[in-house]
């Protein structure tokens, strides 16, 4: 039986320190941060232990809250049903070094794990050698406060982790490495702070991270390498190509207020990191960019004053004023 004082917590110290000479953050984020850091105290006050639930199968729901852990690899028989769901808040998931497996890597909708919209302060925690595969999209979160740790998503149909319509997320050392559509996937939400220490987004079919109709997100140590159609997006919809839209999400909007510090966006077909027409207020500092086919950096918004670039490292750059 694993108490939830024995699960390791995320460096929170880390993060501030190198966010603080560069952005004030807001204060709600930062408080989201400690939520997440401190979710399981409830099980583990006054030095009780975690009852933990085994999850055996696939085709299961985790509707309580509690802890839950994985004691043997999960494969999964049908490409339309989800692997895992969580409905309930308050479950915190381990997977240990087990491995969730979906039919294949070319056909399929199901998601290895979705985190639906009943489901709050939901924890999903990997280790390296874990790992979410040929699903159509290997994490689907629709909850808020959820956090995501130590999780490898790779080969599956579309999207690797989706956030869709989430609030006040957080993701720490992921890694999202060839699936069909973009590694991460940000649609219509807000709150998010994704932290690349220890993870890449790579090999993608599409971007490595694609930020959409999303605003007030904050993104640390970014490596977003070798994807098929660019490194980094912030951009609206504009053929489909990208994503399977989501019905229940309305029309798109402007992403804003997004912030990228340090990491890498290189050796990407397309280019490293690109924001959208109409996407402004948005800021990318100390990003390094270098052997993308396209353009390192590019502002569609045509000028250097409807978002902010300093102190970028990048071989090309258009327009010209990118700093």
Not at 43 to 58: D, R
Not at 60 to 76: D, F, I, M, N, W
Not at 153 to 173: C, F
Not at 213 to 218: A, E, Y
Request: charged share 10%.
């Amino acid at each position: 039986m694993q108490s939830i004082s024995s699960i390791r917590l995320l460096p929170l110290s880390n993060f501030l320190s190198q966010l603080k000479p560069v952005f004030q953050w807001r204060q709600s984020v930062v408080v989201a941060i400690v939520m997440f850091m401190t979710s399981g105290s409830w099980i583990a006050a006054n030095g009780q232990q975690a009852q933990s639930t085994p999850v055996t199968k696939c085709g299961v729901v985790l509707s309580a809250p509690g802890l839950y852990t994985l004691t043997q690899p999960l494969k999964s028989g049908t490409p339309t049903q989800d692997c895992l769901q969580v409905s309930s808040p308050g479950v915190i998931l381990l997977l240990h070094d087990y491995t969730i497996t979906g039919v294949s890597s070319k056909v399929g909708t199901a998601a290895g794990i979705r985190i639906l919209s009943t489901a709050s302060g939901v924890r999903i925690q990997g280790t390296s050698n874990s790992r979410i595969q040929n699903f159509g999209v290997g994490v689907v979160v629709q909850g808020s406060g959820v956090s995501l740790i130590d999780l490898n998503v790779t080969d599956n149909v579309a999207q690797g982790i989706l956030l869709s319509n989430t609030r006040d997320a957080l993701l720490y050392s992921i890694n999202s490495i060839g699936n069909g559509a973009a590694g991460l996937e940000l649609a219509q939400s807000t709150g998010i702070f994704v932290s690349g220490e220890l993870g890449a987004l790579q090999q993608n079919g599409t971007y490595g991270l694609w930020v959409h109709s999303s605003s007030n997100n904050q993104f640390l140590d970014v490596n977003a390498i070798q994807n098929n159609q660019g490194g980094i997006y912030v951009g609206e919809p504009s053929n489909g190509k990208e994503s399977q839209p989501d019905s229940s999400l309305s029309a798109a909007a402007p992403s804003q207020h997004n912030a990228f510090l340090s990491g890498d966006s290189a050796l990407n077909i397309g280019d490293g990191v690109r924001i959208g027409a109409g996407d402004t207020l948005n800021v990318v500092v100390s990003m390094t960019g270098f052997e993308n086919t396209g353009t390192d950096a590019v502002d569609e918004n045509g000028n250097c004053s409807s978002n902010t670039w300093s102190n970028n490292t990048l071989s090309t750059k258009n327009p010209s004023c990118i700093e």
